[in-house]
């Protein structure tokens, strides 16, 4: 069984700028057989990251406020914080709920708000509580991505505005981080009671702690190509102090040491640096993150297994680095661009056949429970692969002939021309239309948010193709 860790080393060996040709086919093709021979040894459970710990693994928060009152208590845990809500703006009743400015009292409970003045949007978070407020159009976005045009939640003082949260909706919010939420009215101050997970699990079963001590200030070390990039996604690739080879982006992780392959990293290495927390993905043996627990380092995994999957992973890993707006600012992005390409798609009229090709000999290519199958079925069209019934099949000619593709996709590294320039290929649509086209596997095979790029432009072929 071939799995997608084998993408995050073999790709810059048929990396089109790597100057990949035919005469290394040799070296290549032994290399793929070496890592299929240590994916088939590597089993990664189908936990999903992210999920709760426990229902007892929770941070109590409670919030006392008082409509017209300026100040107001909040106690987290056993630490009792007593507050006061900025100058002008008091809390206040909005039909049966209490709304008050979201600020002050998100980050006397520990949490964070972040205007991004680029975006006019305000992105909060408390742990894996989070969600987003867009000024521009006055909208509120979920923890789940749902939208609702929310003007009440801003209100002006003079020359100065500011956000306020309703005790209705910070409910919502908790109750789809998978906490939970009670209020109560006495004598006109209003309790509220958060119960808010503070331990989540990795797809390994590994807890994690959701408020971390170290919050955004972890040592870091990745042991995957494609975990620096979220890393640096995240705004924490000054963090990391040691990747695994082949982590070649962005520029500046060219930069970081190594400590050998991600398959087989320098146990000596990882002791000498004492790295806070070491980020694991399938490909990594099971023996390795076993040896690290042993030797007491904490090992967080992910293992997305589709798009959503990916952009689900990166929220979950921003929560373990304690940076969850960052987290869900780069998750809410990508969501909206997956969104408007399957919303594309559903104006085809038909689905046109997509052949991707990541090696010419033997042609090999990428099935069902892959990202690339993923991506053409967003994109609006029809693996010719999935029918091998594999995910990474070896097809033959007549296989990829029969099937006629419209669109051909070359992530090996050898060029369009490779394709186009076949005898035997001359008859398929794409070739004789035009459609096919080379892409550097980064944007395919790399659990980051640069697949959305390679969704963007599977979808473009596909759109092209689809045109009388």
Known sequence: MLRRGYWNRIERHVDPTAGCRPAGGKRIIWLVLAVIMVSMLVTVPATQAGSVASAASMLRVSLNIRAGQSTFVVTIGSKRVAGSFPKGFVPVELGTSLAFPMRALIEAAGGVVRFERSQNTAYF???PVAG??????RTLVDSSYRTSVRKDLVRASGKTGTLYLSDEILKGLVTASGGTMTSSVSNG????????PSVMKDVLGYEHETFPAKAGKMRLVTLAPNLAENCFALGRGSNIIATSEYTDYPEEAKKIPTVGAFSNPSLEKLLVLSPDLILVTDGTPLAVVERLRKMGRQVYADDPKSLSGIVGAIRSLSVVLGVPDRGFEVALS?????????EAAKKLTRKPAVYVEIWNSPLTSAGKGTFVSDLISIAGGSNIADE??????????EYVISHNPDVIVVA??????????????S????????????????YIFRPSPRIIKGLELIADYIQRASRP
């Open 125 to 127: 978070a408390l742990g």
């Open 132 to 137: 987003a407020y867009e000024f521009g159009v």
């Open 189 to 196: 101050l209003t309790s509220i009671v958060l119960q808010i």
């Open 334 to 342: 990508m969501h909206r661009s997956i969104a408007r390409v399957a």
């Open 388 to 397: 091998a019934n594999t995910p990474w099949p070896v097809l033959s000619e």
């Open 412 to 425: 090996s590294g050898m060029g369009a021309g490779d394709v186009s320039g076949r005898t035997a290929f």
């Open 427 to 442: 008859t398929t649509n794409a070739v004789k239309q035009g459609h096919v086209y080379e892409m550097s596997g980064d």
